[in-house]
C-alpha cells in the first residue's frame, strides 16, 4: 500500500527494531522471574476455583502457603504435580485440604521435575481443551450470525452492579453496539486477588470475577443471536491480577482484554518489574485464545498534551507489539491505544488528529487499532460534546480503525445513561455510513500540514525508542518519559510477589500456548 | 387591537423563569427515558410527567425505540414557575485572583518562606486529572500548575491515596494546606470519603493547623463548607484560584 503520509519506510524499520530490541532486553529479565499473581494463574487454569471461610480465594490460599515456605521459585507447577503424585488427589482437592489446614504440600516427598510435570499434564491438556471449546464457540457465531463492520461501535457499561449491567448491555447490543466493555470497580487493579462470584456492588463499576464474565456473556450471546450480530465482551486484564484475569477471560469467552503494564506501571503506581512479569504470560494466555488485547497509550494524552506527547505514543505501541511479538500475538490481536484528545481550540487540530490516527494505520496495518474518545476536553456542555464525539468519527472512519470506543456527550458528568449510549451510537453509525470510503478517496496534499505532521512524530518516535534503548526501558521510566509520570524501579504496589525462578521451575502453560498446541 | 400575550422584553427579576426566544415564554428542553415500550401510550405518560413537573403544554419532539421496553424521548415544555432572583444567595470563595507570578511575589513579600502543598486524589478515586490540573508543572490549557510556582513546594501524591497515608505525609513535610480532587461521585463516595479525611484530621488534631480545600467537577465551595472544609473548587478553576485561596488564607491566619 502507498502511504498517504509519504511516510519513509526506514525510519518505521528503525523504531520498529529498536522496539523490538527494547522488548527483547526485558524479556530476559521476565524469563527468570515470577509472580504471586502468574503462579495463581496456574492453579485457575488448573481448575482451582472458590474461597475460604474469609473469602481469600483458593488460588491465594496456596500460593500464599508455598511463598510463605520459601519455595514459590520452583513454581506451583511442580508443587501441584508432586502432591499429585504423592496424595493422588486433584488440583482443587489439593487447594481445598491446604485451605482447612489438612495438607502441607511442601513437606512431601518430592518428584523430579520431569515426573511432577507428566502427572500435571492431563490437567494442563484439559484448560486448553476448555479454552479451545471457546475459541470454536467464537468462531461458529462470527461464521453463522456474522459480526459488524469495522470500526466496532464499543460503548461501556458501569452500573456497579452485574444484572444492571446486563439490562444496559443488552440494551446497548440491540441499538448497534458491536463490543460491551464491563467496567470494574474503581481500585480492583490494586487488589492483589480476583474477587468470587456475582457482584452487584462497586464504584464507577462493579467487580472483574469469573461468575460476572459468564453473567455477560450469556446476556450478550442471547442479543446477538436475536439481532443477528456477534457481540463482543471486553473487560480489563490489567493490574494486579493481570494473568489471572486473562486465564478468567479465556476460558469464559471475553474477545477483548485491556492489557497495558506500562499503563499499569504510569497510571496505577504498580511495581514495573510485577507487571512486566505478569504481563507476558497474561499475553501468552490472550493469543492463545483469540482475544484482542487493548493497550494503554490513549491514556499518556489525559496526563500529557496530545500534540506535545505524540510521539510518545506511537513510541510505546512500537514497544507494545514487540511484547505482544514475544508472546506470539496475532497482529490482528494487537489493540494498540491511542485517542482523539486534541485541545478543540487548537486551530487545525483536526488536521493533526487526523495525520497521527492516518500515521498509526499505515504504520500498524494488521492491527486491531483501538481508537478513544475525547476526555479530557469534554466539558460538561453536552451539545458541544457531541459534535467533538461526531468529529472523532470522523477522523476514525476516514484512518481506518478498528475498535471503536464511543464517546459520550455526557463524558465529564457521569457513567453512561442509557440514552448516552443510543445517541452515541447513532452519531457514530451516521459518520461512519455517510463518509464510509472517505479514507481510500482523499489523498493529502505532498508536504502539507498533514504530511509534515505524520513525519514529524513518526521522527521524535525513533528518537525516543533510540534513547529508551541506550538506558533501558526501566530508567526511561523512572525518568517520566511516558505520560509525565515517573515511577520508581522498586517502587509501587507488588513487588513482594516478585520472585526469582530457581533452575527447576515450569510453567507448563508456556510453551504450549505459544506452540499453538490444540 | 389588544395585546394577548402578557411577553414583556423586561425581565423582571422577582420572576424569572426560562427564556427561549420570547420573555416569560418558559420554554424548557428536556431529554430522559421511560422504561416502558415505545408506543402512543410512551408518548402519552412522558407528556403527563412532565406536566407533574411543572411544564405546560408538554410536547414530544422525538421518541425513539431504545429495545428492551424503554423509550427515549426529547421533549419541551413551558415552565410555569419562577424564582425571586433578588433573594438569592450563593457562598462563593471571596477571593480575588492572583496570577502566578503575582502570587510568587505574595510569597517573597508576604510570607518570605516556603509554602509547603500537599495534593493528592484520595480513596478509591483512580481519576488524576483534576489534581494534575492544580498541581503538575504542565498545569491545564496554558495554566501552570503549582509545581512550576517559585517560593512553593507542591507534592503531587496521585491517585488512590488512603486519606491517612494522605495525613501522614502531610504531617511529615509540614504541611501549610491540603488538596484533595473527587472525580468519582457515583452513589456519593466523594461524601463519605472527604467526610472520613476531615474526622481523622480532627483526630490527628491537625484540622486546624492546614488549610484544607477540595475540587473536583461536582464540587461547590458550599458543599465543602458543609463537609468542614475550608474551600472548594468547582469546574473551571485553575492552579492560580486555589493558590490565591492559600495564600492569603495563610497570611490572614497569621495574622
Redesign the interface.
Known amino acids: 500500500m502507498k502511504s498517504k503520509l509519504n511516510l519513509d519506510p526506514k525510519v518505521i524499520d528503525s523504531a520498529r527494531s529498536c522496539a523490538g530490541r527494547i522488548a527483547e532486553s526485558m524479556q530476559e529479565f521476565i524469563e527468570k522471574h515470577t509472580t504471586v499473581s502468574t503462579e495463581r494463574t496456574i492453579l485457575r487454569l488448573l481448575g482451582v476455583d472458590g474461597i475460604d471461610d474469609v473469602e481469600t480465594p483458593l488460588p491465594n490460599v496456596v500460593v500464599d502457603q508455598i511463598k510463605d515456605a520459601g519455595v514459590l521459585s520452583r513454581g506451583v507447577a511442580y508443587w501441584m504435580g508432586n502432591t499429585m503424585i504423592q496424595t493422588g488427589l486433584a488440583p482443587q482437592e489439593i487447594a481445598e485440604k491446604m485451605s482447612a489446614g489438612e495438607l502441607d504440600i511442601t513437606k512431601l516427598k518430592l518428584a523430579t521435575k520431569k515426573e511432577a510435570e507428566a502427572k500435571i499434564m492431563p490437567a494442563v491438556m484439559d484448560a486448553l481443551k476448555k479454552i479451545n471449546v471457546q475459541t470454536k464457540k467464537r468462531e461458529n457465531y462470527i461464521a453463522k450470525i456474522g459480526e459488524g463492520k469495522k470500526p466496532y461501535l464499543y460503548v461501556i457499561v458501569a452500573t456497579g452492579n452485574i444484572y444492571e449491567d446486563v439490562i444496559q448491555a443488552q440494551a446497548a447490543g440491540r441499538q448497534g453496539a458491536d463490543i460491551i466493555a464491563v467496567i470494574r470497580t474503581t481500585a480492583q487493579s490494586l487488589l492483589d486477588y480476583v474477587p468470587y462470584g456475582p457482584t452487584t456492588e462497586g464504584f464507577g463499576g462493579t467487580y472483574a470475577t469469573q461468575e460476572n464474565f459468564k453473567i455477560m456473556r450469556k446476556a450478550l450471546d442471547k442479543v446477538g443471536e436475536e439481532v443477528g450480530r456477534y457481540i463482543r465482551l471486553c473487560n480489563y486484564s490489567s493490574g494486579m491480577c493481570m494473568a489471572e484475569i486473562a486465564a478468567m477471560g479465556a476460558i469464559e469467552r471475553l474477545d477483548v482484554m485491556l492489557n497495558d503494564a506500562l499503563y499499569g506501571i504510569l497510571f496505577r503506581d504498580i511495581n514495573m518489574q510485577r507487571t512486566l512479569v505478569d504481563q507476558f504470560f497474561s499475553r501468552v494466555i490472550i493469543g492463545y485464545s483469540g482475544i484482542i488485547f487493548n493497550s494503554g497509550e490513549d491514556n499518556y494524552l489525559t496526563t500529557d498534551d496530545a500534540y506535545e506527547a505524540a510521539h510518545t505514543v506511537l513510541a510505546s505501541q512500537f514497544i507494545n507489539e514487540q511484547f505482544a511479538v514475544l508472546a506470539n500475538i496475532k497482529e490482528e490481536q494487537m489493540g494498540l491505544g491511542h485517542a482523539f484528545e486534541m485541545d478543540p481550540d487548537m486551530e487545525n487540530g483536526f488536521l493533526y488528529e487526523l495525520s497521527q490516527a492516518v500515521m498509526a494505520k499505515e504504520i500498524f496495518p494488521k492491527a486491531s487499532l483501538k481508537y478513544m474518545p475525547p476526555t479530557k476536553f469534554m466539558t460538561g456542555n453536552i451539545f458541544k460534546g457531541h459534535v467533538q464525539d461526531a468529529l472523532f468519527n470522523m477522523i476514525s472512519v476516514w484512518s481506518g480503525q478498528s475498535l471503536q470506543l464511543l464517546g459520550m456527550l455526557t463524558e465529564a458528568i457521569h457513567t453512561p445513561h442509557m440514552q448516552d449510549r443510543y445517541l452515541s451510537i447513532e452519531n457514530a453509525q451516521y459518520v461512519f455510513n455517510n463518509a464510509r470510503d472517505i479514507g481510500s478517496e482523499v489523498e493529502f496534499k505532498a508536504g502539507g500540514i498533514i504530511q509534515e505532521r505524520a513525519k514529524f512524530v513518526l521522527g521524535e518516535a525513533d528518537e525516543l525508542l533510540h534513547t529508551i534503548e541506550e538506558e533501558g526501558l526501566f530508567r526511561t521510566i523512572e525518568q517520566g518519559k511516558f505520560g509525565g509520570v515517573k515511577r520508581a524501579r522498586d517502587g509501587g504496589k507488588g513487588l513482594e510477589g516478585v520472585c526469582v525462578l530457581d533452575e527447576n521451575y515450569f510453567n507448563p502453560f508456556i510453551p504450549l500456548m505459544m506452540g499453538g498446541v490444540r | 387591537m389588544t395585546a394577548i400575550n402578557n411577553a414583556t422584553t423586561k425581565t423582571d427579576l422577582t420572576k424569572v423563569k426560562p427564556y427561549g426566544d420570547t420573555m416569560n415564554d418558559g420554554m424548557v428542553e428536556l431529554?430522559?427515558?421511560l422504561p416502558v415500550p415505545y408506543g402512543e401510550e410512551a408518548s402519552e405518560a412522558a407528556k403527563q410527567l412532565v406536566k407533574k413537573m411543572g411544564l405546560d403544554e408538554p410536547a414530544v419532539v422525538y421518541s425513539?425505540d431504545?429495545?428492551?421496553g424503554?423509550t427515549?424521548f426529547t421533549m419541551y415544555g413551558k415552565c410555569q414557575h419562577t424564582v425571586d432572583y433578588t433573594t438569592i444567595k450563593v457562598t462563593k470563595v471571596e477571593i480575588e485572583t492572583m496570577d502566578r507570578v503575582e502570587c510568587q511575589k505574595y510569597i517573597e513579600d508576604n510570607i518570605k518562606r516556603e509554602v509547603v502543598v500537599v495534593g493528592a486524589c484520595s480513596g478509591?478515586?483512580?481519576?488524576?486529572?483534576g489534581i494534575?490540573a492544580i498541581m503538575?508543572?504542565?498545569g491545564f490549557?496554558g495554566h501552570f500548575g503549582l509545581e512550576r510556582y517559585k517560593g512553593m513546594n507542591a507534592i503531587n501524591m496521585?491517585?488512590?491515596v488512603p486519606n491517612e497515608v494522605l495525613i501522614a505525609k502531610a504531617i511529615e513535610v509540614k504541611a501549610d494546606a491540603i488538596l484533595v480532587s473527587q472525580i468519582?461521585?457515583?452513589?456519593d463516595?466523594h461524601i463519605a470519603n472527604l467526610t472520613n479525611l476531615v474526622e481523622l484530621m480532627e483526630a490527628e488534631g491537625i484540622r486546624d493547623k492546614m488549610i484544607l480545600i477540595c475540587g473536583g467537577?461536582r464540587i461547590s465551595h458550599e458543599l465543602a463548607q458543609e463537609l468542614g472544609f475550608d474551600a472548594g473548587f468547582g469546574?473551571h478553576s485553575h492552579a492560580e484560584d486555589v493558590a490565591s485561596f492559600v495564600l492569603t488564607e495563610i497570611v490572614k491566619r497569621n495574622k
Do not use: L
Not at chain 2, 478509591?124 to 486529572?129: E, K, N
Open positions: 431529554a430522559f427515558t425513539k431504545m429495545g428492551g424503554f427515549f478509591t478515586d483512580a481519576h488524576t486529572v494534575d503538575n508543572m504542565k490549557h496521585g491517585s488512590q468519582v461521585t457515583q452513589k463516595v467537577p469546574a
